[in-house]
């Protein structure tokens, strides 16, 4: 992989040493491989000096610090990274940070799930359902089949506790069939059954409490 010194960063960037600095030290970029003479910067850190600017300019009500920024690309993969600076059609660039904040939110609420799996349902939404969802104004339940993604996964273990749908400010299933746990935020239906049949010395009816918070955790950090 290649490097660059910082007049090459500099340059290729069209930012200054002074804000080049200023992100290293603000935890944005990783910084030099080592300080003096000889220092050098790595590929991710020139693509994120490439992709910081447009997050403030196309997004700036989702990234209106740069704290925001650094939080998003601390979960960013150098290979993601490497996708947007290539993307230079505007609505094109902000789909795909939209899609890609949504595939981490979905690892989180899914940790089972492959990301891979996670990723190949992502690309199946339009642009604006991305969007849609991303800014909150569409249920994510609504459009992907949690019980599909989670059905061949197993996740933690229950396989057969069919989590039929997890809605994001949502209001829930009014099915008598499933209970229903969490908060008007954030709501998990579980067949009733499923809850009968559990045999395992781990109360499933904790651990969907315990997800539904975390869930709602997630949505009030990112709002």
């Given at each position: 992989?290649?490097?660059?010194?910082?007049?090459?960063?500099?340059e290729m960037?069209a930012?200054?040493?002074?804000?080049?600095s200023?992100?290293v030290s603000?935890?944005?970029?990783?910084?030099p491989?080592h300080r003096?003479?000889g220092a050098?910067?790595s590929q991710?850190?020139?693509d994120?000096l490439?992709?910081?600017p447009?997050l403030?300019?196309?997004m700036k009500?989702?990234?209106?610090?740069l704290?925001?920024?650094?939080?998003?690309?601390?979960?960013?993969?150098?290979s993601?990274?490497r996708?947007?600076v290539?993307l230079?059609?505007?609505?094109?660039?902000?789909?795909?940070?939209r899609?890609?904040?949504?595939?981490?939110?979905?690892?989180?609420?899914l940790?089972?799930?492959?990301p891979e799996?996670l990723?190949?349902?992502?690309?199946?939404?339009t642009p604006?359902?991305v969007?849609?969802v991303d800014?909150?104004?569409?249920?994510?339940g609504?459009?992907?089949?949690?019980e599909?993604?989670?059905?061949?996964e197993g996740a933690n273990g229950?396989?057969?506790?069919h989590?039929k749908e997890?809605?994001l400010?949502?209001n829930?299933d009014a099915?008598q069939?499933?209970?229903?746990?969490?908060n008007a935020t954030?709501q998990v239906?579980i067949?009733k059954?499923?809850?009968?049949?559990?045999?395992s010395?781990?109360?499933l009816?904790d651990?969907?409490?315990?997800?539904?918070?975390?869930l709602?955790t997630l949505l009030k950090?990112?709002?």
């Open positions: 992989m290649r490097s660059y010194d910082l007049s090459e960063l500099e960037s930012l200054s040493r002074r804000t080049i200023d992100y603000r935890g944005l970029l990783a910084g491989s003096g003479r050098r910067y991710r850190d020139l994120a490439r992709v910081i447009r403030r300019t196309i009500l989702e990234f209106p610090s704290i925001s920024v650094r939080n998003f690309l601390t979960e960013v993969t150098a993601e990274l996708r947007l290539r230079t059609n505007e609505r094109a660039f902000e789909v795909e940070v899609r890609i904040r949504l595939c981490k939110q979905l690892k989180t609420f940790p089972a799930v492959s799996k990723t190949a349902a992502m690309s199946r939404l604006e359902q969007c849609g800014r909150g104004q569409i249920q994510i609504t459009l992907l089949n949690v599909a993604l989670t059905a061949e229950y396989s057969n506790t989590i997890v809605e400010n949502g829930g099915d069939r499933y209970e229903r746990f969490g954030v239906s067949e059954q499923a809850l009968e049949n559990q045999t010395g781990i109360s009816t651990t969907i409490h315990d997800f539904a918070e975390q709602e950090a990112s709002s």
